[in-house]
């Protein structure tokens, strides 16, 4: 059964559901005392240690794509298209009446 919830919070006492990102003192449930505590997988807590907050570089990368892509979208769906300039040539009348 997977809960997202304790990616987040590495301890949770499974008698009254108090969440924390730290051990409980003593191995107890400070909120109610009991030793009912559960803690996930070594590898998820080791997951959330090692995970690293964004670098300046990814966050520009990220802002340039979301630029670009809210360009395209304007360009495509919302600027109004501008008239093309319709040729003013002379063409010859024709010479011939053809009325029907």
């Not at 301890?11 to 400070?30: A, E, H, I, R, V």
């Not at 009991?34 to 996930?40: A, D, R, Y």
């Amino acid at each position: 059964m997977y809960q997202p919830e304790l990616l987040n919070m590495p301890y949770l006492c499974k008698d009254c559901g108090n969440k924390s990102s730290q051990k409980f003192p003593q191995g107890k449930c400070p909120a109610c005392g009991s030793f009912n505590i559960k803690t996930p997988p070594k590898s998820t807590r080791q997951a959330i240690k090692e995970k690293e907050p964004k670098t300046l570089i990814e966050i520009v990368i990220l802002c340039i794509l979301w630029a670009v892509l809210g360009y395209g979208f304007w360009n495509k769906f919302i600027k109004e298209s501008t008239p093309t300039a319709v040729s003013t040539s002379k063409q010859s009348a024709p010479s011939e009446n053809i009325d029907f």
